[in-house]
């Protein structure tokens, strides 16, 4: 399914976001029921990384941070750190 409704889209199982022509973000939604029969949704987005390892991170997290041409990134046994650059005179003297 091709949509760009909100509601369709939040339907289905998973969903893939696609923005400048790539795919940004992928949307899987999981279903579980408790012991008394209720049913709670719980989605979970992953940012999707391409065969040449590029990643699009999402506009309200670049934004909030004003992240506009370049981050720092660090590798942490278990994870990436992304943050934003610093600015040339907040950067300490050994960088």
Do not use: K
């Not at 390892?53 to 004003?66: N, S, V």
């Amino acid at each position: 399914v091709v949509t760009h409704d909100q509601a369709v889209a939040t339907a289905v199982d998973r969903t893939v976001a696609i923005r400048d022509g790539r795919t940004a973000s992928e949307v899987v939604r999981r279903t579980s029921v408790d012991d008394e029969g209720r049913t709670t949704v719980h989605a979970s987005e992953y940012a999707t990384v391409d065969r040449s390892g590029r990643l699009q991170l999402p506009r309200d997290y670049t934004h909030a941070l004003d992240i506009r041409n370049r981050v720092m990134l660090e590798l942490e046994p278990d994870h990436i750190t992304i943050r934003p650059d610093q600015p040339e005179q907040d950067r300490p003297e050994n960088e």
